[in-house]
């Protein structure tokens, strides 16, 4: 995988082996826009079936607080554990901006 953008200190664009679009976490840090990923380093791959939800994450990485999407990805890791129902991938976006949302009203 070859990084085509970093979305923040944590989170990157990458194009897989197929030249799609995934969101590779765990890697951003000291990474560059070109470099290629070893997979002993990769985290998480994010794989949204949705190119247009793909896009609207890839905004909520940039612009919202790593702490939110982090209590948001375990929130939706604890749901899908305890729901035997396939969780729709808007939850990413939606879970996610609720929670940023409320902490700015406090």
Do not use: W
């Amino acid at each position: 995988m070859k990084i085509k953008r970093i979305l923040n200190n944590n989170a990157v664009l990458c194009l897989d082996e197929n030249n799609e679009e995934v969101i590779v976490k765990g890697i951003a840090y000291g990474s560059s826009t070109g470099d290629a990923i070893h997979s002993s380093k990769i985290e998480q791959i994010f794989v949204l079936s949705n190119k247009e939800i793909n896009r609207r994450y890839q905004e909520l990485l940039v612009t919202i607080p790593g702490d939110c999407i982090e209590v948001s990805e375990k929130a939706i890791q604890i749901i899908k554990e305890e729901i035997p129902d396939p969780l729709n991938d808007t939850i990413y976006i939606t879970l996610t901006d609720h929670i940023s949302n409320l902490l700015g009203r406090t």
